[in-house]
């Protein structure tokens, strides 16, 4: 499970199991009258987010309030609304906040989680499982696509996160050759490449996707260029229809293209390296360590030292004092008890 993952867990983890089933069947509803969150649509929204993510949102979290551009007749509108939930589940986290802050670039770090943690609102692992086995193709995405309730970008959201190492799935207009969704996967233990596709990006001149016809699907090994020049090689696999270009970007040659295993010296975002103990082991870490209590975020549960005091206390009821949770008595403290 990557980092990633694992901060999806746990924002994930502060909705129960009823709510998120109810959510998968009736979003707006459920936003509405269940996590009483205010939600109205507003066709005259502006498409895409300042900081590069692709939902037709805006929320004002402090006081619950989201507005949407609505979509009739088309599955991206869940996909909205699921995104703004996963802003609204990680907006009341510090310590998934703390880790965001301390990532290179926070505004993807915080667009692919959310994107991620609307994936897991709107298709579960069973029925991914349905649809997406290795090696993962870019022909699955279409087919979790036409076989669920899922948008595209949804379903290329879902099939990264089983690549299991660095890659991305994006989603490219063919008459553009605009990126208009990207899912990155970082690699398990180097984190984010340097070099990868994200959305309002182009394809680079001369790159064998802009030359792709409707109904052909193309596997080789090739290349992405970032805007300021930087390039890397990745193995991609490519789908193509009337609009748009649908691509598995893989670091690891998992189509054997190659006759020979190649092994890529890419370059990933540089993180201090150090330990931890915690869940009852030592464990190595790279990334930033919390800003209050200088101790590194624990790779397996998520928590620092500021979240691991903070579930073990609680406030009581009567004189909002702090007190073990242990020595709680529905609420009260030993002294209000």
Partial sequence: MTSVERWVERSLSSM?????????????????????????????????REDGG?????????????????????????FTLAHEVGHWLVDQDEGILDWI???????????????RVAQRLLLPNDLIDDFVSHPIRARQVVDLYEGSA????????????RLGAVGAVIIIDRSSGEVTSSSIQPDTEHGWPKVYPWRGQHLPDGHFLANMEPEQALTRRSFWRA???????????????????????SGNDIWHV????????????QRLVDTVFCCGENLAVRGFPCSKCHQHFCPKCGNCRCTRVSASEQRCASCNCLSPVHVMTNGLCEMCA
């Fill in 16 to 48: 129960s199991a009823i709510t998120r089933e109810a959510f998968a069947l009736d979003p707006l509803g459920t936003m509405r009258d269940t996590l009483d969150l205010h939600v109205s649509p507003v066709e005259e929204l502006a498409a895409g």
């Fill in 54 to 78: 692709s939902c037709d949102g805006v929320s004002y979290l402090s006081e619950r309030v989201i507005f949407y551009a609505p979509t009739y007749n088309s599955k991206r509108e869940n």
């Fill in 101 to 115: 802050a301390d990532q290179d670039d926070a505004g993807l770090a915080l667009e692919t989680l959310c994107d």
């Fill in 150 to 161: 899922a948008s595209r970008p949804v379903a290329a959201i879902a099939v990264a996160s």
């Fill in 227 to 249: 805007p300021w020049g930087a390039r890397e090689d990745y193995f991609i696999d490519a789908i193509a229809d009337e609009r748009r270009i649908i691509a598995v970007l």
């Fill in 258 to 269: 190659e006759a020979m295993p190649v092994l890529i010296d890419r370059a990933y975002d």
